[in-house]
């Protein structure tokens, strides 16, 4: 009965934080929260907007086409056209670099993130490039 309870209450966030950001750039409320959305699993379908944490990493990343993982065992998490990363506006909550592969997913100014040299930098110009390709869209936070 305890249980049934917690993942009522749980899914009630899930859904509530869901709704909120939905249609919101900024991420950063659903990265401090990140604990409330379930690990990504490969046998599973996916819609469009569905959020799960990567089982390697534990970040958010947000589907952008609907698929089966079950029927497409090659499509997976991974897979840069299906899903994108969050990033956030606030330093605190900043995630590791990932390569952006498109708009959908390009960095926007006023966004952090953790560069492979372990320095959190802020986006000061929306970019699909790193700080070492393309230095006058980053600044040191």
Same mark, same amino acid.
């Given at each position: 009965?305890?249980?049934?309870? +917690? &993942?009522?209450?749980? =899914?009630?966030?899930? /859904? =509530?934080?869901?709704? &909120?950001?939905? %249609?919101? %750039?900024?991420?950063?409320?659903?990265?401090?929260?990140?604990? +409330?959305?379930?690990? $990504?699993?490969? /046998? !599973?379908?996916?819609?469009?907007? *569905?959020?799960?944490? !990567?089982?390697? #990493?534990?970040?958010?990343?947000?589907?952008? #086409?609907? $698929?089966?993982?079950?029927?497409?065992? *090659?499509?997976?998490? %991974?897979?840069?056209?299906?899903? @994108?990363?969050? !990033?956030?506006? @606030?330093?605190? $909550?900043?995630?590791?670099? &990932?390569?952006?592969?498109?708009? !959908?997913?390009?960095?926007?100014?006023? &966004?952090?993130?953790?560069?492979?040299?372990?320095?959190? $930098? @802020?986006?000061?110009? %929306? #970019? /699909?490039?790193?700080? #070492?390709?393309?230095?006058?869209?980053?600044?040191?936070?």
């Amino acid at each position: 009965m305890m249980n049934e309870a +917690l &993942e009522s209450v749980i =899914r009630y966030a899930r /859904n =509530r934080l869901m709704a &909120e950001i939905a %249609d919101m %750039d900024d991420k950063t409320e659903g990265i401090a929260c990140k604990s +409330l959305f379930p690990l $990504y699993e490969q /046998n !599973h379908t996916y819609e469009v907007g *569905d959020v799960r944490l !990567h089982p390697a #990493t534990g970040n958010p990343k947000e589907c952008m #086409t609907s $698929y089966d993982g079950a029927s497409q065992p *090659d499509w997976t998490i %991974d897979t840069a056209t299906l899903w @994108k990363p969050w !990033h956030s506006r @606030k330093k605190e $909550y900043a995630l590791p670099w &990932e390569a952006p592969t498109g708009a !959908h997913d390009m960095y926007k100014a006023g &966004e952090y993130m953790i560069w492979a040299d372990g320095q959190v $930098y @802020k986006c000061t110009q %929306d #970019t /699909n490039f790193s700080p #070492t390709e393309y230095a006058q869209a980053w600044e040191v936070a």
